[in-house]
DNA sequence: TTTAGCACTCGTCAGCCTAGAGTGCTAACA
DNA sequence: TGTTAGCACTCTAGGCTGACGAGTGCTAAA
């Protein structure tokens, strides 16, 4: 469908618009790029990547600018991720394996990095407790009336929550439950204990056992919206589509509503790898002009959460996708170490 | 020093130019505010005011604008703290408790709900575990090579490590361990621990003990950068002064370095109730032509942490005074209730 | 002491113009 | 048949201008 040419006609026009942000015409392109050809003939193609619909003239008198189908033709044809020196890869790993002591930190710290890193939003979906699976339980008397719970989840989160209590219960009692709880619940996940099966158990416990097993559930109710964290918003200033306050600020509100940027990571993070999606591709207006390059990370074989940028179409795609995949890889490699 | 009516022509000003965001001219205080007078006499006294520093004119035919002093004269003198009708403070108070269950997210929650009802940027510095005094450790052995240290600080604040052990330690070992730095530790601040006192304690203990000390220590370097929380950052657009995106991006980048803000915030609230500072007062160049409302909450009688809000000099005072002295009361209320 | 009137100063905004970039078309050329 | 040069045309950005309005300070009269 495309020749030779009109590929090279359309990969200097993509090339030059993410650089410059203003539309690309004829004559640029035959002086920056030298195709061997006059301004003349890069007009023509450009006349038929303009009917194909690869590229667009926002206005009569202006250059060409890549459409969404010209940025997935780049993408997926043209693009070579952009290879990040060893050094470098190095740095990265460690930086953020710096905060491994706790794995929200662990999380936050990659997604700092990776907004520092490509100048855009970046978005971390934390790891969900909702699919973990639970391998301890353990009470802990701190005072007359107070009860600590403390849940410990496979991939190494811990949860914790003090709760009330009417009477005071001694360490032999609570560790009696503990051990009750552990043993009937080990191996179970949030999600196993959300459907009904709670009910079941409930019975066989006594009033703080079943207390507990309430508290666990209330729980759940928080795990189930999602933690995401948002990084880096003030950089979208420095692109110039974002010139516009209300424009920016729109944005920025949507990102804010939580459950959006949630829903949109998970709707793309379904495969595994880096996932680009471009423009009206992406499932939620209000962002169809915007790009989203996500990737999942996982500890072992699971995946446990995803993390990506999410800026104008108008990004460095090779760039984005190789610091997207390099970070993802690095997270699940800490966190699979982590565990081990 | 001011007389009556100048006092009045100067409170219309401040009145007029926090809802209006534009200059104000004498004919229109003249014609909004009926005091009886002449635009031309409004004018003679405007230009006492600007003489006498309360008042200042942008270029030579504008209206004017409250100055600093004017603003803070304003404050002290003429402001009435906007009364919240009781069911209003009822919500609020319902709404911030709603999140009792964890300490940090009833703070996270305080600021979020601070900057909805002010429309400014809501700042929040966590309970600073520094002065927390350690109730209780307690270590809980995970599996072969790992165990939970759990610290309990007093109100309520629970923290948890996990660590790794070349070897297996039962659970009667760690639960000796686990009452030995509890009865030796018990009482202590974080502030103590790192006083030199660590090293002295350091060899009370066999390897694991010791090993534990240093875990606690190093936590505490974490715990030594406040927590920060900054909400409502968007809201900042929907103020004319940040028009610009220039500046509203410089401004963001500012608030972004934690540091700054904690420091503000803390140089700010050394004195009990709610403090307003305006414009040049603020010890921090860059957020010269911002004023900060903060105050401080409390477990019982000991202050915890400080909340606040930042915004342009033209702020709504009596509106955002009472919100923020409401829920700091609130926030205290509620920790005090939750540790009692 | 207050007020009306007047001359004066600016900032804003619409309208106009120009320079520059870019296009499509046509005709000539290899 | 594909390529190129030339040309007329279109459109935007940005600068300039002049009218308008808001606001002031000053003066003189009440």
Redesign the pocket.
């Known amino acids: 469908m495309l020749n030779e040419?009109k590929i090279m006609v359309l990969q200097a026009i993509v090339d030059d618009y993410i650089r410059s942000a203003?539309?690309?015409?004829?004559?640029?392109i035959a002086r920056r790029y030298n195709l061997?050809?006059?301004?003349?003939?890069?007009?023509?193609?450009?006349?038929d990547l303009?009917e194909t619909g690869y590229i667009i003239?926002?206005?009569?008198?202006?250059?060409?600018i890549p459409s969404d189908k010209g940025y997935r033709f780049y993408v997926d044809v043209l693009m070579e991720p952009e290879p990040i020196p060893e050094q470098k890869r190095m740095e990265i790993y460690q930086r953020v394996a710096a905060y491994s002591q706790e794995i929200e930190l662990l999380v936050q710290e990659a997604s700092r990095l990776l907004a520092l890193l490509t100048n855009l939003v970046a978005i971390v979906v934390a790891p969900q407790i909702e699919s973990c699976v639970i391998e301890q339980i353990q009470l802990l008397a701190l005072d007359d009336n107070r009860v600590l719970v403390i849940l410990v989840l496979h991939p190494g989160i811990v949860q914790n929550r003090i709760m009330r209590t009417a009477v005071r219960y001694e360490p032999p009692t609570l560790q009696r439950i503990s051990q009750q709880l552990t043993d009937r619940l080990r191996g179970m996940t949030y999600r196993d204990l959300r459907s009904g099966l709670i009910r079941e158990i409930h019975s066989e416990f006594g009033d703080l056992g079943a207390t507990i097993l309430d508290i666990l559930v209330s729980e759940l109710v928080d795990s189930r919206q999602e933690k995401v964290f948002l990084n880096g918003a003030n950089s979208i200033f420095e692109q110039p589509e974002f010139k516009d306050v209300n424009r920016a600020k729109g944005f920025l509100d949507l990102l804010e509503q939580k459950g959006v940027v949630s829903d949109l990571i998970n709707s793309l993070s379904k495969l595994t790898g880096v996932q680009i999606t471009i423009g009206h591709e992406n499932p939620i207006a209000g962002i169809h002009e915007c790009s989203v390059v996500t990737s999942t990370y996982s500890i072992g074989n699971e995946v446990m959460g995803a993390i990506g940028v999410i800026g104008p179409t108008r990004m460095e795609y090779a760039n984005v996708y190789s610091v997207v995949e390099l970070i993802a890889d690095s997270l699940s490699e800490i966190l699979t170490e982590l565990v081990k």
């Open positions: 040419r203003e539309p690309v015409g004829s004559r640029t061997g050809v006059s301004a003349a003939t890069i007009r023509n193609e450009m006349a303009e003239q926002p206005h009569i008198s202006a250059g060409r």
